[in-house]
C-alpha cells in the first residue's frame, strides 16, 4: 500500500556530513509515523530518528545531537542530515512508516520498510 525508497547514501570521510532522503509513494495519508533506522554488519537494527504525522522528533540518544530529520507538510518525503560522522555510523540506513489504524481498513498497513542504503564512513 506504501512503498518507500531510500536515496543519498555513499562513502563519506570522518567528521563529514551527508543527507538521506525517504520518499514515500501510494496511499501516504494512511502514514501515521516515519522513522530512521540503520543497521550494521552483526547487529540489531536500531532507531535513529522517529517523526510523527503532527510534528513530534525523537532520536536516539547514542546519536549525540548529530542528526536532524525534517519532512514534508504531508510526511511524503523525510530526510536525515547527519554531521560529525564517525567510522561506526557506517551501515544500511532505512525509512519506514507506520500505518494509522484509523484508516480505511482496505488500506491499512503495519509497517512499511525501504530496500535501505548504504553509508559508509572512512577514517
Known amino acids: 500500500q506504501v512503498q518507500l525508497v531510500e536515496s543519498g547514501g555513499g562513502l563519506v570521510q570522518a567528521g563529514g556530513s551527508l543527507r538521506l532522503s525517504c520518499a514515500a509513494s501510494?496511499?501516504?495519508?494512511?502514514?501515521?509515523?516515519m522513522g530512521w533506522y540503520r543497521q550494521a554488519p552483526g547487529k540489531e537494527r536500531e532507531l535513529v530518528a522517529a517523526?510523527?504525522?503532527?510534528?513530534?522528533?525523537n532520536y536516539a540518544y547514542s546519536m549525540k545531537g548529530r542528526v536532524t530529520s525534517s519532512r514534508d507538510n504531508d510526511l511524503n518525503t523525510l530526510y536525515l542530515k547527519m554531521n560529525s560522522m564517525k567510522p561506526e555510523d557506517t551501515a544500511v540506513y532505512y525509512c519506514?512508516?507506520?500505518?494509522?489504524?484509523?484508516?480505511?481498513?482496505?488500506?491499512?498497513?503495519?509497517?512499511?520498510w525501504g530496500q535501505g542504503t548504504q553509508v559508509t564512513v572512512s577514517s
Open positions: 519506514n512508516a507506520e500505518g494509522t489504524n484509523f484508516c480505511y481498513s482496505d488500506l491499512h498497513f503495519d509497517v512499511s
Open positions: 517523526i510523527t504525522r503532527g510534528g513530534s522528533i
Open positions: 501510494g496511499y501516504t495519508i494512511c502514514i501515521s509515523a
